[in-house]
C-alpha cells in the first residue's frame, strides 16, 4: 500500500504497471486513463482497479490524496465465487 498527494496539476505519466493496482481516492478528485488516454474523472470515495501489465496514467486538476494498493493478481477463489452465486 502507498499514500499518494498529487498536488492541483500532478500527474503520473503514462507507465504499464507492474502489479494489479487498486488506485482509491481519499479526497480531492483527479482523473485517471487507460492506454487510449480517455480520461475518467473521479473525486473522493471513488476508485479505478488496472490489470497487471495495463498501460495508464492518472492526475489531478485540484488536488487528492490517494491509497494504492499494489497485489499480484485480483483473482476470486472458487469458494468465494461460490459464495457470491
Known sequence: M?????????QIGE?????GQLFIIVEGSGWVAGGDGRRVELRAGEAAYFERGERHSKG???????????????????S???ERS
Open 2 to 10: 502507498h499514500w499518494l498527494l498529487f498536488e492541483p496539476g500532478g
Open 15 to 19: 507507465h504499464p504497471t507492474g502489479f
Open 60 to 78: 489531478s486538476d485540484r488536488g487528492m490524496k490517494v491509497l494504492m494498493v499494489q497485489i499480484a493478481d485480483l483473482k476470486l477463489s472458487a
Open 80 to 82: 468465494a465465487a461460490a
